[in-house]
Nanobody, 126 residues
């Protein structure tokens, strides 16, 4: 059974940094992509970043490009989201998710992801 467990959320001032972790278990992830999404109150869940398990390809939403970095440790089956220069509009529950994506064509669509973590709250104060 696939399990994704996020950690690392919290309260931080604007301009600060946080690193989120997503520990994955229950399958071999070599042909998968891992994504981070976020959902603010009253808004739809939106794509933040994704990485193919090979680590050779990463993708970012325009709103976080240059501030956030996604990475993975294949030995630990863990994906990270380093968030720098945080803004109040980054406040949301952050979720990691996994999608079978051998050709790098499915990472963009939220609907394609089949397993999700429980989420971790990130709050950025102004």
């Amino acid at each position: 059974q696939v399990q994704l467990v996020e950690s690392g959320g919290g309260l931080v001032q604007a301009g600060g940094s946080l690193r989120l972790s997503c520990a994955a278990s229950g399958r071999t992830f070599s042909a998968y992509a891992m994504g981070w999404f976020r959902q603010a109150p009253g808004k739809e869940r939106e794509f933040v970043a994704a990485i193919r398990w090979s680590g050779r390809s990463t993708y970012y939403a325009d709103s976080v490009k240059g501030r956030f970095t996604i990475s993975r440790d294949s030995a630990q089956n863990t994906v990270y989201l380093q968030m720098n220069s945080l803004k109040p509009e980054d406040t949301a529950v952050y979720y990691c998710a996994t999608v079978y994506d051998p050709y790098g064509t499915r990472w963009r669509s939220r609907a394609e992801y089949d397993y999700w973590g429980q989420g971790t709250q990130v709050t950025v104060s102004s």
